[in-house]
């Protein structure tokens, strides 16, 4: 069996060096996908600083991956040498408690993340269970796909899970590499849309993603003046912010999701929650069948995400990139 030749991290917030390893024989429900284009996402420097405690080294980061089916096991009839897949955050689940039964692999308590205990996609190659890659649409190019595996999903399954349609109210905190992403999935789902920014300067181009409407978040006027107008904000930022003033900007029956990471305990007010049956909650991903809708609405909507595009090999200059906020809005690695 050929081995797989990557780009691999040796120790907590160490740079990418070249990493080869034997995948072993190739189980029957898994397939072997040459890579052509993966996503560098803020998640893979979590991974790379091991923020999260998870981290198994060394390992190959890289989880909004693209290519064509390479190989497929003897359990596998639905992908064909060929076939253009997507695979994202996720490559395995136990396929067989409630969570997985109910199409909610992302929840499943032994999911197993593409790139935490085994090798990701900064690399010419992976393998994962098949139940896990996802077929793309012939109208959405490669490159602005590869995004979408991760952060359009993160995005789109809370606007799917919270019932967003043309009569909703929806604000998006952050026009970033998530933020972009939600606005347009937002406008595409016929909602009012408004943009939460401290940075006057994206106010142009978030109007150009689908926003209605553009708020600087350290202008506190225009803060109070949004109060109670919002059916579903969407957090799509790493920062700590006044999340009162957010809580306040719900309507009743609002929710305040968390798709991004703030670095420290999140602190709101019991009484604005109660008095306005309010909610403060999380989303992460979603599973294989959310994700197969989502890029079919992507597709249809001309959805896609803004990239900046390195080799492969200049994987380490992404993440440098990423990790100083400089790249409008996702890095993409191409072989």
């Known amino acids: 069996m050929a081995s797989i030749q990557g780009f691999g991290v040796h120790a907590a917030g160490a740079e990418l060096l070249p990493l080869k390893y034997d995948p072993g024989d190739l189980r029957p429900q898994d397939i072997e996908v040459r890579i052509t284009h993966c996503g560098v996402c803020r998640s893979d420097v979590s991974l790379i600083d091991n923020d999260w405690g998870i981290s198994q080294f060394p390992f190959i980061p890289g989880h909004e991956i693209v290519g064509t089916v390479r190989q497929t096991g003897a359990g596998v009839s639905h992908f064909a040498p060929g076939d253009r897949v997507g695979i994202g955050w996720q490559a395995d ?3 067989h408690c409630e969570w997985c039964r109910r199409g909610e692999e992302n929840l499943c308590a032994q ?11 900064y690399a010419d190659a992976v393998r994962v269970n098949a139940r896990f890659a996802v077929k793309l649409p012939e109208a959405l190019a490669s490159e602005a796909a590869a995004p979408l595996l991760c952060a ?3 995005v789109y399954n809370p606007l799917r899970n919270f019932g967003v349609n043309p009569s909703s109210r929806v604000g998006v905190i952050g026009i970033g590499g998530l933020g972009h992403l939600a606005l347009q999935f937002a406008r595409a789902f016929g909602a009012e ?9 994206k106010e142009e181009e978030a109007l150009a993603f689908g926003a ?3 708020v600087n978040s350290r202008d506190n006027k225009l803060l109070k003046a949004v109060e109670g107008s919002q059916d579903l904000i969407l957090s799509t930022i790493n920062a700590a912010q006044e999340w009162g003033a957010y809580v306040a900007a719900l309507r009743p029956h609002g929710t ?3 798709v991004g990471f703030p670095p420290a305990p999140v602190s709101v007010a019991a009484f604005p929650l109660i008095s306005g049956e309010r909610c403060l909650c999380g989303s992460n991903t979603g599973g294989p069948g959310r994700i197969a809708e989502m890029l079919d609405v992507a597709a249809r909507h001309k959805v896609a995400a803004r990239t900046e595009k390195f080799r492969m090999a200049e994987a380490n200059q992404a993440l440098a990139r990423v990790r100083k906020n400089q790249v409008r809005y996702r890095a993409v690695l191409a072989s």
């Open 256 to 258: 305040l999701c968390l």
């Open 93 to 95: 689940s136990c396929g």
């Open 152 to 154: 359009g999903i993160t």
């Open 111 to 121: 999911a197993q993340p593409t790139c935490v205990g085994r090798h990701g996609g």
């Open 193 to 201: 849309v408004t943009a939460f920014s401290s940075s006057p300067a």
């Open 212 to 214: 209605h409407r553009f």
